[in-house]
């Protein structure tokens, strides 16, 4: 009896013990104090439905959400933390400033991102589950955990956002607030792509962040290159408000000999078909994805419409289509006015 009374006392004296391993005077051994615990894994949060939204407006700038799987920009990140610690985030999360999440004016929540650090390489996978940064010149605001991982330790840094889909142990992991490892470092020939990309961005001062406490003008869908606030338009727009773009002007015919009469031109090349790129919330970045297509524009409610066009025939509209396409303007579709 004694002898498992013994037993019985050396075991608990062992998991007393090991409980200690790693806190000194109720703190941890190194590292940052801890923020709340990760959701146990019987209480992780969900991936699913994912959440799109509809076009939201803060501060006078209008954002429109939308769902592009091969998002890839570039920007400033920012990170925040306590402030916002055990609040609802977007999606009605609760935002952990150690796990590794971010924020996003217009990706659907949640989405998985690499974030890559222009200066050093380094690249992380993140969970986006919150709305923001509602500041001029920020593409995306990390959490405090996620800043941590990726080394981002000054107010803003130079990065590289590209959506992606990685593993479901991945996914869990992220939704736990665990980190994943980090990526294979980005490699110096196409960090310096990457940084001129930047550069020719914020070449303007509506794309530069603050310098000196004045804030740069606001840019819709927190991008500022021409055609990064469109939102995908339905055919059926077009019943609802029909438009007549003006057809570029032909260029003059040549004279054709008197003994033989030039041939009439086809009725099709006032045709129906027109390629339809998208809509904008500014007029100027409808006018500058207009000029960069060959399109026209055209107002349509709140927002600018761009089209290709007329054509003759769904396979000249097809053709243009492509030609949008390879531009970027992912978008675009045919539609036909009846």
């Given at each position: 009896m004694k002898s498992i009374v013994r037993e019985g006392a050396l075991v608990a004296g062992a998991a007393l013990l090991l409980s200690a391993c790693g806190v000194v005077g109720g703190n941890r051994e190194g590292g940052p104090?801890?923020?709340?615990?990760?959701?146990?894994?019987?209480?992780?949060?969900?991936?699913?439905?994912?959440?799109?939204?509809?076009?939201?407006?803060?501060?006078?700038v209008t954002y429109?959400?939308?769902?592009?799987?091969?998002?890839?920009?570039?920007?400033?990140?920012?990170?925040?933390?306590?402030?916002?610690?055990?609040?609802?985030?977007?999606?009605?999360?609760?935002?952990?400033?150690?796990?590794?999440?971010?924020?996003?004016r217009t990706l659907p929540l949640p989405s998985y991102v690499e974030v890559t650090a222009l200066d050093t390489g380094r690249t992380i996978l993140?969970?986006?589950?919150?709305?923001?940064?509602?500041?001029?010149?920020?593409?995306?605001?990390?959490?405090?955990g996620a800043a941590e991982q990726l080394g981002l330790t000054e107010g803003?840094?130079?990065?590289?956002?590209?959506?992606?889909?990685?593993?479901?142990?991945?996914?869990?992991q992220l939704r736990a607030g665990r980190a994943v490892p980090e990526r294979i470092s980005t490699p110096d020939s196409l960090l310096a792509i990457l940084r001129k990309k930047l550069q020719s961005q914020t070449a303007t001062?509506?794309?530069?962040?603050?310098?000196?406490?004045?804030?740069?003008?606001p840019v819709a869908s927190g991008k500022a290159k021409p055609g990064d606030d469109r939102v995908a338009v339905q055919p059926s727009a077009d019943k609802r408000v029909p438009s007549k773009p003006a057809p570029k002007a032909a260029p003059p015919a040549k004279a054709a000999p008197a003994d033989k009469p030039a041939p009439a031109k086809p009725v099709a090349v006032a045709g129906s078909h027109f390629v339809q790129v998208g809509a904008f919330s500014s007029e100027g970045n409808a006018n500058a994805a207009a000029?960069?297509?060959?399109?026209?524009?055209?107002?349509?409610?709140?927002?600018?419409?761009?089209?290709i066009g007329p054509f003759g025939s769904d396979a000249d509209a097809r053709g243009a289509l492509g030609r949008a396409k390879a531009k970027g303007f992912r978008d675009a579709v045919v539609v036909r006015d009846r």
């Open positions: 104090s801890p923020g709340p615990a990760p959701a146990p894994s019987g209480e992780l949060v969900s991936d699913t439905p994912v959440k799109v939204g509809d076009p939201y407006t803060v501060a006078g429109t959400p939308a769902d592009i799987p091969d998002y890839d920009d570039v920007g400033y990140a920012s990170w925040y933390g306590e402030e916002l610690a055990g609040k609802p985030t977007a999606n009605g999360e609760i935002f952990n400033p150690d796990g590794i999440s971010a924020a996003h993140v969970r986006v589950n919150d709305r923001g940064p509602m500041v001029s010149g920020r593409l995306i605001d990390l959490s405090r803003h840094s130079a990065v590289r956002v590209r959506r992606t889909n990685p593993p479901q142990a991945e996914r869990a001062p509506a794309a530069a962040p603050p310098v000196g406490g004045q804030p740069a003008p000029k960069s297509v060959g399109g026209s524009v055209a107002k349509v409610g709140n927002l600018w419409r761009v089209r």
